[in-house]
């Protein structure tokens, strides 16, 4: 038997801060959404490469405020992508930690997203 990576569900409160900020900022791609009807909750899966994340506005599914490391092989590279937007936001840097490199960011939602270069 083999377990594969977990799949994070976070919280989200805000369909159009969420896409801009995993989608245009971040650069995450939408895989899928559902609503069981067009006025009730989203839920949305996004990724990218093979980082997968789900967003929900479900309130009995997650609570807000969670923190993910997520590894990242080129953090230098992801830091001057993230900079080269226009997110008003958010100025992320990288801070050097004894296990590596972390470059936090919190979605609009309270989230923590610590991408990282663990060496």
Given at each position: ?119
């Amino acid at each position: 038997m083999q377990l594969a990576a977990p799949i994070p569900i976070l919280r989200s409160f805000d369909e159009a801060r969420a896409r801009a900020f995993y989608i245009d900022y971040l650069g995450f791609a939408e895989d899928w959404s559902h609503r069981f009807e067009p006025s009730l909750p989203l839920y949305l899966q996004l990724s990218r490469g093979s980082c997968v994340l789900h967003l929900s506005e479900h309130h009995g599914d997650c609570c807000p405020g969670a923190a993910l490391r997520i590894s990242c092989d080129d953090l230098d590279g992801l830091l001057s992508e993230l900079r080269g937007k226009d997110y008003d936001f958010a100025r992320p840097d990288i801070v050097a930690q004894p296990w590596g490199r972390d470059l936090a960011l919190t979605d609009p939602f309270g989230n923590r997203l610590i991408f990282t270069d663990v060496r």
